[in-house]
């Protein structure tokens, strides 16, 4: 009665052909890729995927720099922002076959112009074998893409006054610490402004809340409109505004008292 099978790892005793055949049975379906190459880094095997992907067909001689000039050369497959296609192959064999002494493994992500990801890693063997495996990332990507774009709104918005749509207070203070910090270094002078809105409660009890918020926006907008260019302004709370800037030939304090008077004789909503 013989023994049951045990897991091993290759070598003399277990059957190559049989696992081999297995694994590669396995990458014969489904969306990962694999392919082999050889030392001379010519494509010796290539699941569906990888034929799909990369337009190879079977029965033709590939070549790993074949591959990287038909996608740039036709633009359909891989995503090669790269001039200079000679000196694009060269840099990625550097980074593929740096050390050949021992099994080295290197992942990286790999997209593609139809916006498919790919998480990519290759084995290099002893032998200078190569062999590129593929997983199918892109609701992944797509995720993290869409997590990156509410992050960075999300630093957006928590940097704005969210009456006025200007910078709040905590922006307006970090670009001032900024400013002065940048004016210790190179010596350029540095202008700052409080702005108060005079009778801004009259408006209040006068006209309504409502009508104080409009007054708030209405000059929040002048105030981007009219500013010198590179000028911050920022709502510090209330009817209280800040804004900053280095100083031209002209004193920029006076640049902002001219651009922030609004013409009293019309109503500013």
């Known amino acids: ?29 489904g969306s990962a890729i694999i392919g082999i190459y050889d030392e001379n880094d010519f494509l010796r095997y290539a699941n569906a995927a990888f034929r799909s992907i990369f337009g190879v067909e079977l029965g033709t001689t590939v070549s790993f720099a074949g591959i990287i000039l038909n996608a740039i050369d036709g633009g359909t497959t891989l ?55 593929g997983a199918y990332i892109t609701a992944l990507k797509r995720t993290e893409q869409s997590l990156s774009l509410e992050r960075d709104r999300a630093l957006i918005l928590s940097g704005l006054d969210e009456l006025t749509g200007i910078p709040n207070r905590r922006f307006s203070l970090a670009r001032l610490d900024a400013l002065l910090h940048n004016q210790s270094l190179d010596s350029a002078a540095v202008s700052i402004a409080l702005v108060d809105l005079d009778h801004f409660k009259l408006v209040n009890d006068t006209f309504g809340h409502e009508t104080g918020d409009a007054v708030l926006r209405h000059f929040a907008q002048h105030c981007v409109t009219v500013l010198p260019k590179g000028t911050l302004i920022g709502r510090m709370g209330g009817e209280e505004f800040h804004n900053s800037g280095f100083a031209r030939r002209r004193s920029r304090t006076e640049e902002v008292e001219d651009a922030t008077k609004i013409n009293t004789r019309r109503p500013p909503v």
Do not use: K, N
């Open 1 to 29: 009665m013989g023994s049951d099978p045990v897991v091993e790892d290759f070598g003399p005793r277990v059957g190559h052909a049989s696992v081999v055949s297995t694994v590669l049975q396995a990458f014969s379906v």
């Open 79 to 133: 995503r090669i922002e790269s001039q200079d296609p000679i000196a694009f192959i060269a840099d990625a064999q550097s980074r593929r076959r740096d050390r050949v002494d021992e099994p080295r493994q290197r992942s990286f992500p790999v997209d593609f112009i139809d916006d498919r990801w790919y998480w990519c890693t290759e084995t290099l063997l002893p032998d200078g074998w190569i062999v590129l495996t």
